[in-house]
Nanobody, 120 residues
Framework: VQLQASGGGLVQPGGSLRLSCAATGRIFSIIDMGWYRQAPGKQRELVAVSTSGGSTNYADSVKGRFTISRDNAKKTVYLQMNSLKPEDTAVYFC???????????????WGQGTQVTVSS
């Protein structure tokens, strides 16, 4: 299973970016898909997660500004980020909790990370 993230970049405060992450490979089912981020000198933190049941959860710091969505047919998760702040600057990693086949238990897979920089 491979996760390919895209959509990062440089944006001014108050701007928007949309991240995408597509899962490919041997996939029987995807349970959770989501995003973490890691700023320099800080621990990786959960940003948002979308469960297979359709629920979503967000870090308090991004509630009301970020929206996670997923397209199950495309095995893709998106993160729409609005009203970006300098403190949102980080490397964003997508992840997916995947069953590779009917006999396998779920396992976490990670994308390569995409840089988001919010600066004037």
């Amino acid at each position: 299973v491979q996760l390919q993230a895209s959509g990062g970049g440089l944006v001014q405060p108050g701007g928007s970016l949309r991240l995408s992450c597509a899962a490919t490979g041997r996939i029987f089912s995807i349970i959770d898909m989501g995003w973490y981020r890691q700023a320099p000198g800080k621990q990786r933190e959960l940003v948002a997660v979308s469960t297979s049941g359709g629920s979503t959860n967000y870090a308090d710091s991004v509630k009301g500004r970020f929206t996670i969505s997923r397209d199950n047919a495309k095995k893709t998760v998106y993160l729409q980020m609005n009203s970006l702040k300098p403190e949102d600057t980080a490397v964003y990693f997508c992840y997916a909790n995947v069953r590779a086949d009917f006999h396998s238990g779920p396992r976490d897979y990670w994308g390569q990370g995409t840089q988001v920089t919010v600066s004037s």
